[in-house]
C-alpha cells in the first residue's frame, strides 16, 4: 500500500463549482499533514498545512481526521486560476523531516 | 519567489553519464532536501542535508549523492545515469527546526 494515496483525477469543473479532493495515509504515526499546489511545469508550493480542527484559507478548507488517516480539501466557488495538481503531503515526525508526497490529483476549471 | 535557485534549469545527458545539480537555499536556512520527481508522480525524497552532513537518505541508489557548503547551497550528482532517471529534480531549503519547506523551480534532467 502506497504510504499516500490520492484520486488522480483529472477533476474537470465549471467555474463557481465546489470540489473536494480526498487523501489516505498509511502510516498512524504521521505527524504533520499539507496541502501544495503544484501548476503544470513548475514547483510545488504550499497551499496550506492541515490541523486536526480543520482549517480555512478564504475558499479553501481542509479538514484532517487521524481515525480513519485521512485528509481532504474543499474549493469553493472554483476559479480558472485553480486549475493545477493539487499534492496530498505527509511528515512522519515534527520537524524538518522528509515530505511524502501523494502523486497528485489534477484540477482543471472550466470556463 | 522562494528565494531557493537552481541550476541548470534543463539538462540532457546519454546513459552512463555523470551530472551535477545545483541548489542555492533561501537566505538564512541551513537546510536543504532534494526530491526526484518523475512525470506523473509526486516528488519522491532523495536525501536532505543540515550543516553540511547527510541527514537522512531515501530509497535511492549510492550513485545518488550531495554535498551542503558552508554557505547552505548543495550539489545533487548522479552517476551511471539510466533512462529512468529523467525526471524533474527539486531542492527544497527550509530551517531545521520547522516544518515548511520552500522548492526551488527544479532542473529537468533527460537522459537518452
Known amino acids: 500500500r502506497k504510504e499516500v494515496e490520492q484520486d488522480p483525477g483529472p477533476f474537470n469543473v465549471p467555474e463557481g463549482a465546489t470540489v473536494a479532493f480526498n487523501c489516505t495515509y498509511s502510516?498512524?504515526?504521521?505527524?504533520?499533514f499539507f496541502w501544495y499546489r503544484q501548476d503544470c511545469r513548475k514547483e510545488p508550493k504550499l497551499l496550506m498545512s492541515v490541523y486536526s480542527s480543520g482549517n480555512e484559507d478564504g475558499r479553501f478548507t481542509a479538514q484532517l481526521n487521524r481515525a480513519s488517516q485521512y485528509i481532504s480539501l474543499l474549493i469553493r466557488d472554483s476559479k480558472l486560476s485553480d486549475s493545477a495538481t493539487y499534492l496530498c503531503?505527509?511528515?512522519?515526525?515534527?520537524?524538518?523531516?522528509?515530505?511524502?508526497f501523494g502523486k497528485g490529483t489534477r484540477l482543471s476549471v472550466i470556463a | 519567489e522562494t528565494g531557493v535557485t537552481q541550476s541548470p534549469t534543463h539538462l540532457i545527458k546519454t546513459r552512463g553519464q555523470q551530472v551535477t545539480l545545483r541548489c542555492s537555499s533561501q537566505?538564512?536556512?541551513?537546510?536543504v532536501s532534494w526530491y526526484q520527481q518523475a512525470l506523473g508522480q509526486g516528488p519522491q525524497f532523495i536525501f536532505q542535508?543540515?550543516?553540511?552532513?547527510?541527514?537522512g537518505r531515501g530509497n535511492f541508489p549510492p550513485r545518488f549523492s550531495g554535498l551542503q557548503f558552508p554557505n547552505y547551497s548543495s550539489e545533487l550528482n548522479v552517476n551511471a545515469l539510466e533512462l529512468d532517471d529523467s525526471a524533474l529534480y527539486l531542492c527544497?531549503?527550509?530551517?531545521?527546526?520547522?516544518?515548511?519547506?520552500?522548492f526551488g523551480p527544479g532542473t529537468r534532467l533527460l537522459v537518452l
Open positions: 502510516n498512524s504515526a504521521s505527524q504533520s
Open positions: 503531503v505527509v511528515n512522519m515526525r515534527r520537524g524538518n523531516t522528509p515530505l511524502v
Open positions: 542535508y543540515y550543516r553540511e552532513e547527510e541527514n
Open positions: 527544497a531549503s527550509s530551517l531545521v527546526a520547522e516544518e515548511t519547506q520552500y
Open positions: 537566505s538564512g536556512h541551513n537546510t
